[in-house]
């Protein structure tokens, strides 16, 4: 039986350009995460051509269709799993990532829905809806883009998923117009990145829906070392790309405020990029005594 290799940080730039990047070997400007500049990465060039390609088909498109397009790629993922660097195909990866995200989510059930917030074009939500480990929860979505939500929309119609859709914003005081029933489980995924800096709002607006539990699936700039070559990397990564600086941050703020209790914080658990590795957090709103 062959040992599997094991590999280190020294094997990343072999399967990525930021190492280089980071250091400056290779160039890269300073990113800023302008409402313009994330419409254009989603709107227009990611998910606005996934819209195109569907409305071009002859034929209802499926989920399937969508990852084969996003993820069917000419070259390996370095993931970064549980503490691991592990070479794999994107599609491998995206299979732990979904396992990751639902055995989570069970974890909170049983809930009154289950609702994701900022679900691009529905790569999480729609197969925790084709894997039935939820029964008959019912499940909505929001996203930022109005083509996120008609790729997902129309991608949930062709596979025949029961999903209500909605618009959220993160950096909105309303965040979202989806009407999600007290009880639920709300969750993120990849989705505060693009929001550098979270107000206390968008806290507030979460703990006003009476959420049941939530959760994030999302890059902690607080949860990478400053005392590792890897947790450097992951915060310079963060700052170059102008990704968000202080999710855990504002949620520390409500709970030493005794307004949230934080009930799991796991750094970085899963990247298929390692320096965008998602910490899984979970949290659920206090009710003060009159309120409940
Ligand atoms: C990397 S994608 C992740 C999509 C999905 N959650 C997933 O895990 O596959 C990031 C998503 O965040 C959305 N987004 C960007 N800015 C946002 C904001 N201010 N509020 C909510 N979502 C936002 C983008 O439109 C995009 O669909």
């Not at 883009?145 to 997902?152: A, K, L, N, P």
């Not at 995924?189 to 206390?200: G, I, M, N």
């Not at 829906?209 to 994030?216: D, G, I, L, Q, S």
Request: with cysteine; glycine share 6%.
């Amino acid at each position: 039986m062959t040992e599997q290799q094991r590999y280190t940080i020294d094997d990343f730039a072999r399967f990525s350009p930021w190492p280089a990047r980071l250091l400056g070997i290779e160039p890269w400007e300073q990113r800023r995460k302008t409402p313009e500049e994330i419409l254009r990465e989603y709107d227009e060039d990611k998910w606005g051509v996934m819209l195109e390609r569907i409305n071009q088909s002859p034929v209802p498109l499926t989920i399937a269709d969508a990852e084969r397009w996003d993820m069917d790629l000419p070259f390996q993922s370095f993931t970064w799993h549980d503490g691991v660097f592990q070479p794999m195909s994107f599609p491998e990866a995206n299979a732990i990532y979904i396992r990751l995200v639902t055995d989570t989510l069970q974890a909170c059930m049983p809930a009154s829905a289950i609702a994701e917030l900022g679900c691009g074009y529905g790569k999480v939500v729609l197969r925790l809806l084709t894997n039935g480990a939820f029964g008959a929860v019912p499940f909505y979505a929001a996203e930022y883009t109005q083509s996120g939500i008609d790729v997902t929309t129309k991608l949930a119609a062709a596979g025949g998923l029961p999903i209500t859709m909605g618009w959220c914003d993160f950096n909105d005081p309303t965040l979202t117009n989806l009407a999600v029933p007290e009880g639920a489980v709300l969750y993120t995924s990849f989705a505060t990145p693009y929001v550098p800096e979270l107000q206390d709002a968008f806290i507030e607006s979460l703990i006003a829906r009476r959420p049941k539990a939530v959760v994030h699936f999302e890059p902690c700039y607080e949860h990478c070392s400053t005392t590792s070559l890897l947790g450097m990397m992951r915060r310079r990564y963060l700052e170059v790309n102008d990704y968000n600086r202080n999710l855990m941050t504002v949620l520390r703020k409500f709970r030493d405020a005794g307004k949230i209790a934080i009930e799991r914080e796991d750094p970085a658990v899963f990247g298929s990029n390692p320096l965008l590795s998602a910490s899984v957090v979970v949290w659920r709103p206090i009710q003060k005594e009159r309120e409940q």
